[in-house]
């Protein structure tokens, strides 16, 4: 498994960017795709994900209604539309595959990451004006 992320940049305060995550393969067919992102000086952090299998779709409550995260399974890329961002969304965004998700997952344990087995290098999203 090999996940690439792309898509980042710079970007003024409440402007957008997508963000996609390709997955090169996988040997599960049930599987979870994470955003997560870690600011400078702080810990990662889970920001949305989507269960593969029925779209279902978790998000970190500093992002609800800003970010929308959707897949494509015949592209095997996975996007995160980033809306109304803000200067302390400025981090680094990298995309990761669990692939013992399942439909029973509840919310506050749709980012755990010790689950979460393959990343990707990470791609930097800079908010400034």
């Known amino acids: 498994v090999r996940l690439v992320e792309s898509g980042g940049g710079l970007v003024q305060p409440g402007g957008s960017l997508t963000l996609s995550c390709t997955d090169s393969?996988?040997?599960?067919?049930?599987?979870?795709i994470g955003w997560f992102r870690q600011a400078p000086g702080k810990e990662r952090v889970g920001v949305a994900a989507?269960?593969?299998?029925?779209?279902?779709?978790y998000y970190a409550d500093s992002v609800k209604g800003r970010f929308t995260i959707s897949r494509d399974n015949a592209k095997n890329t996975v996007y995160l539309q980033m809306n109304s961002l803000k200067p302390e969304d400025t981090a680094v965004y990298a995309c990761?595959?669990?692939?013992?998700?399942?439909?029973?997952?509840?919310?506050?344990?749709?980012?755990?990451?010790?689950?979460?087995?393959?990343w990707g290098q990470g791609t930097q999203v800079t908010v400034s004006a």
């Open positions: 990761a595959l669990n692939p013992y998700f399942d439909e029973s997952v509840e919310p506050d344990e749709a980012f755990i990451q010790d689950e979460y087995d393959h």
């Open positions: 393969g996988h040997a599960v067919d049930s599987y979870a």
């Open positions: 989507i269960y593969i299998v029925d779209g279902t779709t």
